[in-house]
């Protein structure tokens, strides 16, 4: 059946016009499921705000289709009847007027919901449970038709007392994410080598320059210590003479630390730097200067020291773990600032809806008819474009809103990016929906380096809140928002190192400096922003990073080929965007997607493996590339009689066959899906031995260390070598 555009009906007046229709509708159900009720009692109910009626608009004329009535005292509510036109049955219009309620009732901060359903209603019965309700009691109904009543309850997604407690008592792990208030600007410190880069022309210079005029631009702020302008002072004329010293007079200084503490921590820093490693320049005056520029830098709590001095380089994470000070390069500090972000989406057009960007204007009207809180409005909708990148996007069902997300990321070295996700929960696709936003919004703000994102916590929204849950959202109780960290893209031994000093200086969040991983049971240590260390097994971190993949040793994976026309359907990796009438699959808009092969490669397709694709030339219209990677969540061998490409949406196929020259095929389901900025080619690939004696005609087992240097090359456009 199409998909409907499913309205639900609030208002007063427009339920009072459609009375008429609710009371015949209920007349015809009355000797079955419904039991009779007078016209009074829908009058009543509409005025105190009781009864939804769902809608039917398809653009020609608008339908009555049913109706929900309610009742309950806060914080209990119970559903009394939904009825649905006969010809609109199991079309789910029944869901919408449920999702709507439970929606409802969520934001005004109800506990629960109840039905009471005859036994003897094995549809009813069915349907509630579908819905989460489960079964709590049983009763004997009235004395005219004998029969059992089953009473349902559903626990509703509203902050209480209860739910505080089950959050506090969940074992998860807490990354303990750091969260910057918007204005507070990181400090970082710098040696002379730095400063000289930038008034001399050096091989430096150009890096120099784009650091200072970053500090301009009040991305950054740097400052110098004391011994900075003293070291000065020992090797020039005076001020009056010499400009470079005059400038450096002009720059701002850190905090003036206590004297006995600045000496301490120097001599500490001097041993762990020069004495103990014998590096060069130990005994000498340099080297007890540098120490004291460290020193002033750990004390005022900086950032980082800006350096490219090799020795004190080599002892930076002596330094980190003794003194909280990072050491990082100036390109270092560079690449903690991504150039920007492209705001430009692509339009894409599903079954029924469209997804396209929306303008603030649209954007407040959607915002406000939902009952978005006006705060939430005041920050997402009146951004400056000129001060951050923001993406703003919405699904339209006949150019009706019924989903809007927003993510807007700070400039910045360790920005936390913000974002809101709202959908009509009573849109039969509304899960879609919000998964295509979550995903869509998570990775455009890591496509360039790992991120913290705050995702603001809407009252009613469950369908929003779970799905960020399941994405690596994580909220605390009495807080407003979810957080999480986003790597946005893959991690093996090679780009482990950098990876690591990015989510550290970006988050807080301290990873292992080796990737050590030998199974995916093993746990690790790991140190939140807020210092506490805590152990977790590498797969549950992999979900809580996510979008990303870690590829440990001895973590094996397999290439499987696709064809060009699949890759652009299930992928997304089409070099150009669809024409605007070309519809795309659900599967195009799904966290977890569908790949059908022969199950001759069954072998090869274990849970949990990373799964790379290769898009083959077929006729000349493919690639002959590698062009994606994910993570295999389960591979089931299914006859392909069962299989129903037209109702699975993980699958962009129209039918098995073809697919293997038995009655089985093999459906691989993936998630964790991450296009290669850059496509390796099939001549790379055969320099790493990942073509197999076919070709790639068939799929392949790779190495962890195969799959490392595949990644290597996709990402290698990317800051992270």
């Known amino acids: 059946m199409k998909r409907l555009n499913v309205i639900i009906e609030k ?43 769902a809608i039917v608009d398809d653009r020609k004329s608008r339908s009555f289709v049913g109706y929900l009535l309610h009742s309950g005292v806060f914080p209990n509510a119970k559903v009394q009847q939904i009825a649905v036109v006969d010809t609109f049955r199991k079309a789910g219009v029944a869901s919408s007027l449920l999702k709507a309620l439970v929606s409802e009732l969520e934001r ?49 997604d509203t902050d209480n007392l209860f739910s505080f407690a089950a959050a506090q008592a969940d074992p998860q792990i807490d990354l303990g994410i750091r969260h910057r208030n918007p204005g507070e600007v990181p400090v970082f410190a710098f040696d002379l080598n730095v400063y000289f880069d930038l008034v001399k022309q050096r091989a430096q210079s150009k890096r120099a320059r784009r650091l200072f005029g970053e500090a301009l631009g009040h991305t950054i702020r740097l400052a110098v210590a004391d011994e900075f302008v003293s070291e000065l002072r020992r090797t020039s004329n005076g001020p009056s003479v010499d400009p470079v010293l005059q400038m450096a007079l002009q720059l701002p200084r850190l905090p ?81 600032l991504p150039e920007p972000i492209s705001s430009d989406a692509v339009a894409l057009r599903g079954d029924g809806f469209e997804l396209s960007s929306i303008d603030s204007a649209q954007l407040g009207t959607y915002f406000t008819e939902v009952g978005v809180p006006t705060s939430a409005i005041a920050e997402f909708v009146k951004l400056d474009a000129s001060a951050e990148f923001i993406q703003r996007r919405a699904v339209r ?205 069954a072998g090869n397709m274990r849970v949990g493996a990373p799964i790379i694709f290769y898009e083959s030339k077929g006729k000349g219209s493919g690639r002959g590339a590698a062009v994606a990677v994910a993570r295999i969540v389960n591979s089931i061998v299914v006859p392909k009689s069962q299989l129903n490409p037209k109702s699975d949406k993980r699958l962009v196929i129209d039918t098995a066959d073809g697919f293997s020259a038995t009655d089985n095929v093999l459906l691989t389901t993936f998630d964790n899906l991450m296009v290669f900025p850059a496509p390796v080619a099939f001549d790379a690939l055969k320099r790493f031995g990942a073509v197999g004696p076919t070709n790639l005609v068939s799929a392949v087992s790779l190495s962890s260390e195969k799959i490392d240097s595949i990644l290597t090359c996709a990402w290698s456009n990317g800051k992270i070598q």
Not at 290 to 297: M, N, T
């Open 11 to 53: 208002d007063l007046g427009a339920l009072t016009a459609l009375l008429p229709e609710i009371q015949s509708l209920a007349d015809s159900e009355k000797d079955n499921a419904l039991g009779f009720l007078p016209a009074k009692a829908f009058e009543d109910a509409i005025g105190r705000g009781r009864l939804i009626a």
């Open 108 to 156: 005004a901060g109800f506990l629960s919901i109840q039905a009471d359903i005859a036994s003897d209603l094995p549809n009813a019965l069915a349907f509630y449970t579908k819905n989460g309700f489960e079964p709590v009691l049983e009763r004997a109904g009235g004395r005219a038709r004998g029969r059992k009543i089953v009473v349902h309850s559903r626990q509703l």
């Open 256 to 336: 003036k630390p206590d004297a006995s503490a600045l000496d301490q921590v120097a001599n500490q820093i001097y041993d762990i730097v020069f004495v103990k490693r014998n590096a060069k320049g130990v005994g000498t005056d340099q080297a007890r200067s540098d120490a004291r520029h460290l020193a002033h830098a750990a004390i005022s709590r900086a950032a980082a020291f800006i350096t490219r001095d090799g020795p004190i380089l080599n002892a930076r994470n002596e330094l980190l773990s003794t003194f909280g000070i990072d050491i990082a390069t100036v390109e270092e500090v560079l690449d903690l």
């Open 397 to 601: 069902c006949d150019e009706r809103v019924v989903a809007a997300g927003v993510v807007h990321v700070p400039k910045g070295v360790d920005p936390t990016a913000r974002m809101i996700v709202h959908v009509r929960s009573e849109h039969h696709d509304a899960e879609l929906f919000a998964d295509h936003l979550l995903g869509t919004l998570i990775r455009t703000s890591s496509v360039r380096a790992p991120i913290v994102i705050e995702l603001a916590h809407l009252p009613g929204q469950s369908i929003v809140n779970k799905l960020a849950a399941a994405r690596g959202f994580q909220r605390h109780a009495n807080s407003s928002t979810f957080a999480k960290i986003a790597v946005g893209r893959p991690c093996s031994v090679s780009t482990w190192p950098a990876v690591v000093q990015q989510v550290r200086r970006r988050t807080g969040l301290i990873l292992p400096n080796v990737l050590p991983f030998t199974s995916a049971g093993k746990e690790i240590d790991i140190q939140t922003a807020k210092g506490v260390t805590a152990r977790i097994n590498p797969a549950s971190l992999e979900d809580l990073l996510s979008p990303t993949l870690l590829v440990w040793p001895g973590r094996d994976g397999v290439i499987v080929p696709i064809t060009h026309t699949y890759a652009d359907e299930l992928l997304g990796t089409g070099v150009q965007s669809n024409l605007p009438f070309i519809v795309n699959r659900d599967a195009a808009f799904l966290s977890l997607r569908g790949y059908v092969n022969s199950p001759r490669t």
